[in-house]
């Protein structure tokens, strides 16, 4: 789906890369950062994440910490583990 996301270069990058990861994948804020061309800037990438103006569209709900523990969600932790319990179901489903 097209979008025409409004923000600085950086956050465009991280919105980007938010976008490439499939559904029902999860990736880290250090592999985002990293994505970006900026592996130092993990924290910069959560900010980014934090502005994010379309979370369905732009699936910020599939980065999890380092550990892979859930973190910090606008929708809140119990609706960020239904979605990635909702998309590791249809993965599965669909075979990927």
Same mark, same amino acid.
């Given at each position: 789906?097209?979008?025409?996301?409004?923000?600085?270069?950086?956050?465009? +990058?991280?919105? /980007?890369? =938010?976008?490439?990861?499939?559904?029902?994948? /999860?990736?880290?804020?250090?592999?985002?950062?990293? +994505?970006?061309?900026?592996?130092? %800037?993990?924290?910069?990438?959560?900010? &980014?994440?934090?502005?994010?103006?379309?979370?369905?569209?732009?699936?910020?709900?599939?980065?999890?910490? %380092?550990?892979? &523990? =859930? /973190?910090?969600?606008?929708?809140? =932790?119990?609706?960020?583990?239904? =979605?990635?319990?909702?998309? &590791?179901a249809w993965a599965t489903a669909a075979g990927a």
């Amino acid at each position: 789906m097209p979008v025409d996301l409004v923000g600085t270069p950086f956050q465009r +990058a991280v919105w /980007t890369a =938010l976008r490439r990861i499939e559904p029902g994948r /999860t990736t880290t804020y250090g592999d985002v950062a990293r +994505a970006c061309g900026h592996a130092a %800037a993990v924290r910069a990438v959560g900010v &980014a994440i934090g502005r994010n103006p379309v979370s369905i569209i732009v699936p910020c709900h599939r980065v999890v910490g %380092a550990s892979g &523990a =859930l /973190t910090g969600y606008a929708g809140g =932790l119990d609706r960020k583990r239904r =979605l990635l319990e909702l998309e &590791a179901a249809w993965a599965t489903a669909a075979g990927a």
